[in-house]
């Protein structure tokens, strides 16, 4: 590879670059909006304003999508998932799992579940 790819590489992962582009292009490809460059206008204020903590993190899945997730993952209808199953559906969504905060194990309901994958997804959308 050569020096100046190499250099340009390093500098869109140091900026979180890569992460934040594949991220607004999801939005784009979910929501399909009449007017894709005020939408991602938009988008990018909503990120700017949740990292001042001031609104919630844009995001492709609303709570309808996290709801469905969780009772696919809960097939036997017993109200939980593990910690394990969580960690997958979180790997699924393209979010990290390393500040996951419930062991393996542990039995997660839906509103926990629901936390979960908001707490992560507003992470991994700082961390970009």
């Known amino acids: 590879m050569a020096a100046g790819e190499q250099q340009s590489r390093e500098y869109l992962e140091r900026h979180g670059l890569p992460a934040l582009l594949h991220r607004l292009a999801a939005l784009l490809l979910y929501h399909r909006p009449e007017r894709p460059r005020q939408f991602l206008i938009q988008v990018l204020e909503a990120v700017r304003a949740a990292r001042r903590g001031e609104a919630a993190m844009p995001g492709v899945l609303d709570e309808a999508d996290v709801e469905a997730v969780f009772r696919m993952l809960d097939a036997a ?23 996951l905060r419930v ?9 926990g579940f629901k936390e979960e994958v908001q707490h992560q997804a507003t992470l991994q959308a700082r961390a970009a």
């Open 77 to 99: 209808g017993r109200g939980f998932v593990t910690g394990r199953q969580c960690r997958a559906a979180l790997k699924t969504l393209g979010l990290s799992t390393a500040e």
């Open 103 to 111: 062991g393996d194990e542990e039995e997660i309901r839906l509103p």
